[in-house]
T-cell receptor, first 117, second 119 residues
């Protein structure tokens, strides 16, 4: 079974508008962390934002915020005021914390975001 | 601060040749990860070291792949013999000690990757 599901292979958004990228996850751990990364066309992986399973507040980092709905097991990334430079692949990832042997990240398949002028 | 450094950035070689990818993690990071990225399979973990010890190598495809971390500042991923299906981008990432709960919110920092093409 997929641990991280990103159902939107591609998204378009107009410059200056907000966009939500979906991510759902599957885990039986009570303690876990969710991460979002950006991969521009140049290929590097850039960390954007983190949400812990016990965090009561939704994470925010500049124009990025996370809409965390624990009961629904979703952790959607919201980008406000989109810029042309936001065009990239976006990956949702999870780290499960119960088992020290499973501390690597499990990634979703990604969403390609294109910001249009 | 220097990030994760990978070399080479690009490698093109013929099937059957040995390939060695190198990684220097961020100083002070105790956990090191090798990932492979392909169109078909996305980003998948190959192996994870903590304090230079392999913790999880369940993602290593087969015996042709091996990884070592002889010290805290260097790791290699070797493919011998290489095959066309090994063509991918290989990422190395490092983070603070993932065994410690207080670092559980720390992201992994990725190198720029090695784009490997096996002809």
């Amino acid at each position: 079974a997929q641990k991280i599901t990103q159902t939107q292979p591609g998204m378009f958004v107009q410059e200056k508008e907000a966009v939500t990228l979906d991510c759902t996850y599957d885990t039986s751990d009570q303690s876990y962390g969710l991460f979002w990364y950006k991969q521009p066309s140049s290929g590097e992986m850039i960390f954007l934002i983190y949400q812990g399973s016990y965090d009561e507040q939704n994470a925010t980092e500049g124009r990025y915020s996370l809409n965390f709905q624990k009961a629904r097991k979703s952790a959607n990334l919201v980008i406000s005021a989109s810029q042309l430079g936001d065009s990239a692949m976006y990956f949702c990832a999870m780290r499960e914390l119960r088992d020290t042997g499973r501390r690597a990240l499990t990634f979703g398949s990604g969403t390609r975001l294109q910001v249009q002028p | 601060d220097a990030g994760v450094i990978q070399s080479p950035r690009h490698e093109v070689t013929e099937m059957g040749q040995e390939v060695t990818l190198r990684c220097k993690p961020i100083s002070g990071h105790n956990s090191l990860f090798w990932y492979r990225q392909t169109m078909m399979r996305g980003l998948e973990l190959l192996i994870y070291f903590n304090n230079n010890v392999p913790i999880d190598d369940s993602g290593m495809p087969e015996d042709r792949f091996s990884a070592k971390m002889p010290n805290a500042s260097f790791s290699t991923l070797k493919i011998q013999p290489s095959e066309p299906r090994d063509s991918a981008v290989y990422f190395c990432a490092s983070s603070l000690n993932m065994d410690r709960a207080e670092y559980s919110n720390q992201p992994q920092h990725f190198g720029d990757g090695t784009r490997l093409s096996i002809l």
